[in-house]
């Protein structure tokens, strides 16, 4: 074998082997996200979102333009979030909105970072600020009833007990 066709096989042999780790990788990290979701009462642990989190970081370097990165990135934030680990989602959430800011999970990205400031960290200066962002950016969306009354909740410091009886009032 001439030394130019043992240097293009070297090459294709690693190309090959690069392109099925990227597939593996993608797997591997669809696999989790669906089984975590699949299951609502399973909430995964702080090392198995610490691995998705790590497998989804090398996807990116690895693929920056795949389409799918910022459904990949939304998930792991809702994760976090349903692992109770706030800070982490809110994290991610704000990756999310910076990164893929014309993403159709946007609105949710949003609502869902305003609802974790308000209610997962208690910080309600910055959740009326996340909550009139998101109903500056999308006042039409199913979402902006909510967003507004949990904006004037947070404006008009009415308590949740209060809001409930207004609501079971009306």
């Known amino acids: 074998m001439k030394p130019t066709q043992l240097i293009a096989c070297l090459i294709l042999a690693t190309l090959f082997a690069c392109s099925n780790n990227q597939t593996n990788l993608k797997m591997d990290i669809e696999n989790s996200i669906k089984s975590f979701n699949a299951n609502k009462l399973l909430v995964p642990t702080i090392d198995q979102l610490a691995k998705l989190d790590s497998m989804i970081h090398i996807y990116e370097i690895e693929q920056p333009a795949d389409t799918l990165l910022p459904k990949y990135y939304y998930n792991l934030a ?45 910080n309600k200066q910055e959740a009326a600020k996340a909550y009139q962002t998101f109903l500056q950016k999308f006042p039409n969306h199913a979402l902006a009833s909510s967003a507004s009354m949990m904006y004037e909740q947070i404006v008009n410091n009415i308590s949740n007990d209060s809001l409930l009886k207004k609501l079971t009032n009306q």
């Open 78 to 122: 809702d994760l976090y979030s349903k692992a109770n680990q706030t800070d982490k989602a809110l994290s991610k959430f704000d990756y999310f909105i910076s990164h893929f800011s014309n993403h159709r999970y946007l609105p949710n990205a949003l609502f869902t970072k305003a609802f974790l400031l308000d209610e997962g960290l208690g």
